[in-house]
């Protein structure tokens, strides 16, 4: 549509026959006439709202075109030209019905009445396409085609942004098959299960889900437990170990991929969901293709990086469904892929990023080191930009600490053992020596380990690798106990106390619930046994805490290392809460009598005080005109509450009880009249409050103060008489 040409129209006005029917109307809220322009091609209505004919105001309010395949409106309030593009049905101020609802039947009543019968004729032959044989009126028609002409406006609207999409997607093509062998070789090897069930007293069916042989298996020769890590004994893969009877409905486990495409400017990492669902017997019963084992691999995200010198620029796509409408495609990233957590394939590595200043990161030594491992790598990228060094760790094989460098760069709090990124050599940035960095490289340790190994190197203990590796599998990052004051044996004979204690040992509750998050959700669950030890571990260190208060002897051998600990355990919990509980009593019995002890004081003091004042039964000073009185029953303190609305009402019981005093604070010309509130407790001002809780002003405080004082003296001049006594 053309606006210009459209504009310079002539706006039409009413005639005087409108302004005179404009009366006769009610309900009534547009007039409508119509008409053909522009070679009877495009549709012109006028729109007139009576409101304003009733008052002689003959200009339209606003009038539309409408074309075969578009519409606009103008606004004609206004001088200057306005253009709106809503349809009937989402203009402001106007309405083509009325929707009513009566309780039983619906109805529409119409708001616009069209002018003439060949207003009405024009319409409806320029819209017969679009009518419908049980159209209430010709609007429904309208609705129709404005309805048709919005849906293709959007289409254009996504067009412009799906093109350049669709344009940028084309010259990519599928990952060689190298790289989907390598996911399910390598990446995914972490899924592989050796499910198992006894069939004769020692003997156990055994299938390899890897080798996926199947055969009897003598269980003397092979240790089977469920959800234990061990061999199948087949061909030799690293399985976990599944009881058929307690396998769940479907193991299901899932990896993200990141394959990393080479691109003229830059490179495009391209993230696939890898997903291996191994079900039980009764889930392969119900389920179509009747295999233990089913598969898949799909790409969801695609991330475009390219360098303006070493700043990378990157620009996201997801697959999925665009507002809602059409097919699953290539479209703007919108988050709703969580893929940050995955695995890099570096079988095209370093050659894809070689032109990038990616080329020299080794990222690709570290994902061959830990193919089953996922982490940020996108992450891992940004951090070798700002610390290139992140190299140095992933050609030394520090795997573990690499990946916890990533996390811990821009936030150091997700460290304990701490790296020094501005450091020079290697010894310096892990903060140890040549010896113990072998030490830390040979265990691939993480930075807890790398903590164990800082403390160790600065209290002169030397740790071997599988010294430290068996103390962090146990203890985890415990430093006390590196220090020789805090135990009674080599670290080595504690752990292999706890290590044989612990074989029956419950996992815990911290280990058992853990596997459920979904943040766990693409790691590697880590063997029973080790989390049966940390767990034995854990309570070991509190049975000794128990013991240390107890006074037992820790020299003794059975006591420090007991034989069946778990039940020494539990029975010395009995007789460490019955020692707290006893100690508890202790506690509230002495508090109980020093509280009476005070206030036996106070008693004493208020008696001297007021002795002083000659029989008057208050506390006065004078020229201050304030007097201190005290309550004579629970009645009187919660009247002192209401009327200062303040909660001292609910001290009624408390003071009964004798564990606290309340006085009132008066004026002394209006002694019955409430004004401050103080309660006293061990000898001091716990809190003194007028109306409603407020404080208190310059009088009051000076008074309360020269109250506190005499009552010091009193108390500290009764404890020297008695002392005084006592001594002679
Ligand atoms: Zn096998």
Not at 470 to 480: G, H, I, K, L, W
Request: aromatic letters at 12%; glycine letters at 6%; hydrophobic letters at 35%.
């Amino acid at each position: 549509m053309e606006k210009r040409k459209l504009s310079a129209i002539p706006r039409m006005e009413a005639t005087p026959e409108m302004v005179e029917m404009a009366d006769r109307m009610p309900g009534i809220k547009h007039m409508v006439t119509a008409e053909l322009v522009e070679d009877s091609k495009i549709l012109l209505l006028n729109f007139f709202e009576v409101s304003k004919l009733k008052k002689g105001k003959t200009e339209a309010a606003f009038r539309t075109f409408l074309s075969s395949d578009d519409y606009i409106t103008q606004d004609l309030s206004v001088s200057k030209v306005k253009w709106l593009t809503a349809a009937f049905d989402n203009m402001q101020n106007f309405r083509v019905f009325e929707y009513k609802w009566d309780g039983c039947k619906s109805q529409h009543i119409p708001l616009v009445f069209i002018w003439s019968a060949t207003d009405k004729e024009t319409i409806e032959k320029f819209f017969k396409t679009y009518s419908k044989k049980d159209d209430e009126s010709v609007w429904n028609a309208i609705g129709r085609f404005q309805d048709k002409v919005k849906a293709s406006r959007l289409e254009e609207k996504h067009r412009k942004v799906l093109a350049p999409i669709d344009l940028k997607m084309e010259p990519i093509v599928e990952p060689p098959q190298e790289f989907r062998d390598w996911v399910w070789e390598y990446g995914m090897s972490f899924s592989r299960y050796g499910i198992y069930k006894e069939t004769s007293k020692g003997k156990a069916e055994f299938e390899c889900t890897y080798c996926k042989k199947i055969g009897v298996v003598d269980r003397s020769k092979v240790r089977l437990r469920n959800n234990e890590k061990g061999e199948c004994p087949f061909c030799g893969s690293k399985v976990t170990y599944k009881a058929r009877g307690k396998m769940p409905y479907q193991i299901v486990d899932e990896r993200w991929f990141i394959y990393v495409d080479r691109q003229e400017k830059g490179f495009l990492l391209r993230y696939f969901n890898a997903k291996r669902h191994i079900k039980n017997d009764a889930c392969i019963e119900t389920s179509i293709f009747k295999k233990r084992i089913e598969e898949s691999l799909f790409e969801y995200s695609r991330s475009f990086w390219t360098f303006v010198g070493n700043t990378p620029m990157k620009e996201s796509y997801e697959w999925g469904v665009y507002h809602q409408r059409g097919l699953s495609r290539w479209i703007p990233d919108e988050g709703n892929i969580a893929c940050m957590e995955s695995i890099l394939y570096p079988g095209n590595l370093p050659q894809a990023w070689e032109h990038t200043p990616m080329k020299y990161s080794a990222l690709e030594i570290l994902a061959q080191n830990i193919p089953t491992t996922a982490f940020r790598y996108e992450d891992a990228l940004d951090v070798y930009l700002k610390f290139p060094k992140l190299e140095w760790f992933c050609k030394m094989g520090l795997n573990q600490l690499a990946k916890d460098v990533v996390r811990g760069y821009n936030y150091s709090g997700n460290m304990t053992g701490k790296v020094n990124y501005k450091a020079g050599t290697i010894y310096e940035i892990l903060g140890l020596n040549k010896v113990n960095t072998r030490t830390l490289q040979a265990i691939d340790g993480n930075h807890y380990e790398l903590r164990l190994l800082q403390v160790a190197q600065q209290l002169d203990i030397q740790m071997k690798p599988e010294q430290l590796k068996e103390f962090y599998e146990t203890f985890e990052c415990n430093t006390d106990l590196l220090r020789e004051k805090n135990r009674k044996v080599s670290l080595h004979k504690l752990c292999r106390y706890i290590d044989k204690e612990s074989e029956r040992y419950p996992i815990g509750e911290k280990n058992a619930c853990m596997w459920g998050y979904s943040y766990n959700r693409y790691k590697e669950r880590t063997d029973p046994r080790i989390e049966r030890k940390q767990n034995m571990a854990h309570d070991w260190l509190e049975y000794i805490g128990w013991c240390r208060e107890l006074k037992y002897d820790l020299d003794n051998k059975f006591i420090y290392m007991p034989n069946n600990f778990k039940k020494v355990h539990d029975r010395t919990a009995e007789e460490y809460k019955a020692l707290q509980d006893k100690k508890a009593a202790a506690e509230k019995k002495r508090r109980e009598k020093l509280a009476a002890k005070k206030m036996a004081e106070t008693k004493k003091a208020m008696e001297e005080i007021f002795s002083r004042n000659d029989g008057v039964d208050a506390f006065q000073i004078k020229g201050k005109g304030l007097i201190l009185v005290v309550p004579q029953s629970g009645d009187e303190i919660r009247k002192e509450g209401e009327a200062l609305h303040h909660c001292v009402g609910g001290y009624v019981d408390r003071v009964a009880r004798g564990e606290t005093n309340i006085f009132f604070i008066r004026k002394a010309d209006h002694p019955e009249k409430s004004y401050f509130t103080m309660e006293w407790r061990d000898n001091k001002i716990i809190q003194c409050r007028g109306f409603k809780n407020c404080g208190m002003p310059a009088d009051v405080q000076a008074f309360v103060k020269v109250f506190e004082k005499k009552m010091n003296e009193a108390i500290q001049g009764d404890n020297k008489k008695n002392a005084e006594r006592k001594a002679g």
